[in-house]
């Protein structure tokens, strides 16, 4: 087994990631993983400088590295990632680095700003917390238009929080979705959109409407996808209907896309969220993933509205409505969920698995309860 010097020139990846728990006199305990060669690190801190402790053992480590070594740097911790340790990587790492995911970053006003050596060569950008620095990733993003093929930002977080301490997402955070977008969005007009390689999209929490704007056309390079996420986005209504309009102008329809695999989360949809979404998929075809769960309903989107354009080529399928949170197995809330009971769900069971005879993941709602066996399926 390598350790010392060996061990971390072979080193291209490096995740910081941490769980905070109460020590017994209630001060804080910290547990920072350095995934690498370096092991782990635990530590006590009982005051309000533990971000700056961490940001300086991490930047100890990084010295360790040669530089142009590292391939990937991911910030998971809950302590925020500072400005001076993405500056120690940036001016150490900037030829190498073609992943950057981030979950926690303080913006403290002297970030990267507009260095022509800032990071240019990023592949995979994620930035997933509370507190967006939405102009910084909004420059990082157009640095790196030439080179990035996965882009994911969004606040998943405190959505994620709010699905465990009240069921779902507060539903008038409209106001602030749209604002955070416009803050993407307008950050610079000047970029040439046009030459995104962007494969891979996940937005969650943002309202995605004002991308639609004539000005902004090819942001997010829609049309070349080949993975599209959106979860508990406003405006999602209005992005889905345009998409299939733009699918259904087009010469060959259903369209053969380049999108393989979509992910779509919405809470309180209406009538014109699931028309919107089943118009959507029967625009295209060639989908091989399929993840859908829609929030407070139990209404869902006719089963042929996919099986007709992906049942061939779909893999993996997850299509659920809730209107409550998740029962125990044998809980007394399963009014709450939208299982198919006894002969229907056997029916609908019966229906997908023959249209999608590739299938090797299937999430469907069940009533454990009813006591159908697999057998009898």
């Known amino acids: 087994m390598l350790n010392g010097p060996e061990a971390f020139s072979l080193t291209r990846s490096l995740t910081v990631e941490g769980v905070v728990v109460s020590g017994p006199d209630g001060s804080t305990y910290e547990e920072c993983d350095a995934i690498g060669p370096y092991g782990e690190i ?6 309000q400088n533990s971000a700056e402790t961490l940001n300086w053992i991490v930047r100890m480590i990084l010295k360790k590295f040669s530089k142009g070594q590292l391939r990937k740097f991911e910030w998971l911790h809950d302590a925020p990632l500072l400005t001076e340790t993405l500056l120690f990587l940036e001016s150490t790492q900037v030829e190498s680095l073609r992943e950057l995911i981030v979950t926690h970053y303080y913006d403290d006003g002297e970030g990267l700003g507009n260095d022509p050596n800032n990071f240019n060569k990023l592949e995979s950008l994620e930035f997933r917390e509370d507190d967006l620095a939405i102009s910084f990733i909004a420059y990082l993003y157009r640095e790196n238009i030439q ?23 507060d539903s008038n955070d409209a106001d602030s979705q749209y604002d955070a977008m416009r803050e993407f969005l307008d950050y610079d007009t000047r970029v040439d959109f046009g030459k995104s390689v962007l494969e891979s999209l996940a937005i969650c929490g943002f309202d995605v409407q004002p991308s639609l704007n004539e000005k ?4 997010f390079n829609y049309e070349k996808l080949t993975s599209l996420r959106l979860e508990s986005c406003v405006g999602s209504n209005e992005l889905l209907r345009s998409l299939a309009s733009q699918n259904k102008s087009a010469s060959q329809f259903p369209k053969d896309s380049f999108l393989k695999e979509f992910t779509f989360r919405y809470e309180k949809p209406t009538g014109h969220t699931r028309s919107a979404l089943s118009d959507f998929l029967k625009s295209f075809s ?11 309903t139990t209404i869902m989107p006719s089963l042929d509205c996919f099986t007709q ?4 080529t779909l893999t993996a399928l997850l299509w659920d409505g809730r209107v409550g949170p998740r029962p125990g197995w ?10 198919l009971p006894g002969a229907e769900f056997k029916n609908a069971f019966h229906f997908v698995t023959s249209k999608c005879p590739n299938l090797v993941e299937l999430g469907f709602p069940f009533d454990w309860e009813y006591g159908v066996s697999v057998s009898s399926l």
Request: charged share 20%; aromatic share 10%; net charge positive.
């Open 309 to 312: 354009t992906h049942g061939r």
């Open 330 to 339: 044998t809980g007394s809330n399963t009014a709450n969920m939208s299982f």
């Open 216 to 219: 902004h056309t090819g942001l």
């Open 286 to 296: 060639g989908l091989r993933k399929l993840f859908v769960l829609l929030d407070e």
């Open 147 to 169: 080179s990035l093929r996965h882009f994911a930002i969004g606040r998943n977080h405190s959505i994620a929080r709010l699905y465990t301490d009240d069921g779902r997402p």
């Open 42 to 47: 635990c530590f006590w801190d009982t005051d």
